[in-house]
């Protein structure tokens, strides 16, 4: 994509605006990397949260959902939206209840879509083989799926702490991502 002159002007304008809240984002980052060290420091009790986030997001849906059934009863989808809301909402409650079985279904969950993810970003690589890269798509996939892997045989055991460290990382990341971009856009780079 090649920037108009009227677009890398907006661009400049933008990122201009930004500068002056560099400090926001060197404070959110160092937000985000302490209750990463935290979350680190307690993989228990990050997996836990992140079960109640997802408990929390898919009572949310199950409830927009519900809702929603009531909307379109004239399309004669009636029924099926509000099976959707309701098992939805019932996962939500399950999280709530038990989150240590949750953690364990989405950890398989999560297992199974790294190992299939892999797999097919492996597919893809080899597919374009002759084009720039496409070794590196290779790598990456067999890692992804070896990861995969390597959660699927410790199952489920290793549900009470593999989303805490999932969570965990994710934050440290975010939070050094957040500090860097706060001092670039102090620096002017």
Same mark, same amino acid.
């Given at each position: 994509?090649?920037?108009?002159?009227?677009?890398?002007?907006? !661009? *400049?304008?933008?990122?201009?605006?930004?500068?002056?809240?560099?400090?926001?984002?060197?404070?959110?980052?160092?937000?985000? !990397?302490?209750?990463?060290?935290?979350?680190?420091?307690?993989?228990?009790?990050?997996?836990?949260?992140?079960?109640?986030?997802?408990?929390?997001?898919?009572?949310?849906? #199950? #409830?927009?959902? +519900?809702?929603?059934?009531?909307?379109? *009863?004239?399309?004669? #989808?009636?029924?099926?939206?509000?099976?959707?809301?309701?098992?939805?909402? +019932? #996962?939500?409650i399950i999280a709530?209840t038990n989150p240590?079985?949750?953690?364990?279904?989405?950890?398989?969950?999560?297992?199974?879509?790294?190992?299939?993810?892999?797999?097919?970003?492996?597919?893809?690589?080899?597919?374009? &083989?002759?084009? *720039?890269?496409?070794?590196?798509?290779?790598?990456?996939?067999i890692i992804t799926?070896?990861?995969?892997?390597?959660?699927? $045989?410790? &199952?489920?055991?290793?549900?009470?702490?593999?989303?805490?460290?999932?969570?965990?990382?994710?934050? $440290?990341?975010?939070?050094?991502?957040?500090?860097?971009?706060?001092?670039?856009?102090?620096?002017?780079?």
């Amino acid at each position: 994509m090649t920037l108009t002159p009227d677009m890398s002007q907006t !661009l *400049k304008e933008h990122i201009g605006e930004l500068r002056s809240k560099w400090g926001w984002f060197v404070a959110l980052g160092i937000v985000m !990397l302490i209750v990463g060290v935290i979350a680190l420091g307690n993989l228990l009790l990050a997996t836990v949260a992140s079960v109640y986030l997802v408990g929390f997001m898919m009572l949310i849906a #199950g #409830g927009f959902e +519900i809702v929603q059934a009531f909307g379109v *009863k004239s399309w004669g #989808g009636f029924f099926w939206w509000l099976l959707g809301g309701l098992l939805y909402a +019932i #996962g939500g409650i399950i999280a709530f209840t038990n989150p240590l079985l949750a953690s364990a279904v989405l950890t398989l969950l999560l297992a199974a879509s790294l190992v299939a993810s892999g797999v097919v970003r492996a597919w893809i690589g080899y597919k374009h &083989w002759s084009a *720039k890269g496409s070794g590196w798509i290779i790598t990456a996939a067999i890692i992804t799926a070896l990861c995969g892997l390597v959660i699927a $045989i410790g &199952w489920p055991t290793n549900s009470l702490w593999v989303l805490g460290m999932f969570l965990a990382i994710d934050m $440290i990341f975010q939070g050094w991502t957040a500090i860097a971009l706060g001092f670039a856009l102090k620096s002017g780079s």
